[in-house]
């Protein structure tokens, strides 16, 4: 079983900066494409960005102000997030297409709290 654990989110002020983890776990899986997305209450889940391979692709709201990155040798995905606004504010889900048990999946982590405040 493959499991997504997030940390990092918290309390910041507007201007401020936040980086956020995700590690993979389990037993024998490969990961393919990993990324962040981020739900505000009220408001439809929002692809933040991606990263697979060398490429990376960012929502426009956070061009120039995020950056994703990941190291597969500890099978970790990160959020860079520079220049917070209080739009910013939100749950923050890691997500990876891994390949298990000859099965790919799409998994996802429980979330991290991020509050930006003005």
């Known amino acids: 079983q493959v499991q997504l654990v997030e940390s990092g989110g918290g309390l910041v002020q507007a201007g401020g900066s936040l980086r956020l983890s995700c590690a993979a776990s389990g037993s024998w899986f490969v990961i393919y494409t990993m990324a962040w997305y981020r739900q505000a209450p009220g408001k439809q889940r929002e692809l933040v960005a991606t990263i697979s391979g060398g490429s990376t692709k960012y929502a426009d709201s956070v061009k120039g102000r995020f950056t994703i990155s990941r190291d597969d040798a500890k099978n970790t995905v990160y959020l860079q997030m520079n220049t917070l606004k209080p739009e910013d504010t939100a749950v923050y889900l890691c997500?990876?297409?891994?390949?298990?048990?000859?099965?790919?999946?799409?998994?996802w982590g429980q979330g991290t709290q991020v509050t930006v405040s003005s």
């Open positions: 997500n990876a297409e891994i390949r298990a048990l000859g099965l790919v999946n799409n998994y």
